[in-house]
């Protein structure tokens, strides 16, 4: 049964005729739950009110697969507006960004200029960047993006996702570049040629990769809902003399709050990874696909103005 549904959202997440309509209804059926609004002005208060609470942000404009140039070129611009707008009212958040919503399918220049003009800003204001991962025929880019940015800027991390074989053997690639990494299962639906199909492979795999990226000595992030993952890392950490400033957890806007909340408070750092934007129905769709369970808060969305 969760097979089947999983395999149903996964595919409802790839409709454009659904995507088209979502985008004519605005955030409802419950993503108003989980994504922070439909601009990122709408979102500075929603950020201003976790970091109040000590969580800190990284903000993710959604929004992927860009088909013009102009597109490509207007979400960077979107991009650099959030820096700004993070630098100016003095936020606790960092940036995410997907390469293929800046122009990674359409020439390798475009995403490049686009990462460019990004990082110069970040820079400019202090703020880190961080490149999500997304599915497998993207990874190799992708890292060699991240590797030939990290040479030119400080303040960049990215995404190891422990259901690909290779990942393991990327974390010793990336070793002399120091990393920031966040390291989570991964989110797409992958081929058995390059991922593990059972779920305990996957959660192994986590596991030996936080080891190896802490024993390593760079700053991790535990993206990851798993109390499972959780308590191995605080064990692990303690173990082997592992600083609690060189890790943080990091968890979805509107999920496990209380475990949230609960990190905080045993002086964990812990990140809150928030969308916002009108291109929400693919990210809704993929959260419900993860966890079937998170149908039960959409459909209580339905019944919220
Ligand atoms: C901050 C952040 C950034 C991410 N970035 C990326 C990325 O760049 N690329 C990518 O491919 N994927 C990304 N992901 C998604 C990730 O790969 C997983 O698909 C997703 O986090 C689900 O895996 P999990 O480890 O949270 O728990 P799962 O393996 O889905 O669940 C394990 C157990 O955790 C508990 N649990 C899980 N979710 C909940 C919940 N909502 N409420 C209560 N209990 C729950 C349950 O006990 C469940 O059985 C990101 C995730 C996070 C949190």
Redesign the pocket.
Known sequence: MEAISKRFFLQLSNSSVMDRLAKKWGPKFGANNIVGGETFEEAVPVIQEMNRQGLDI?VDHLGEFVSSESEARQRAKECIHSIQTISGNQLNSQV?VKLTSLGLDIRHELVWENMISIMDEAQKHDVVVTI???DSTRTEKTLEIYKALKKRYENIGT?I?SYLYRSSEDLDDLDSYKPYL?L?????KEPGKVAFVE?SD??DN?KHLIEKNLLNGHYT?I???????IEFTKKFAVENNIPREQFEF???YG??NDTQLALLKEGYKV???LPYGDDWYGYFMRRLA??P??VSFAIKGLFKK
């Open positions: 990284t995410s999500d991962m997304e995404v996702q966040r989570v299962k991964g989110a797409y779920k996957v959660d986590l992030a993206a990851s809902h798993d109390d499972a993952m990091q968890m979805l999920m496990r990140r809150v990874y993860e966890r369970a998170n």
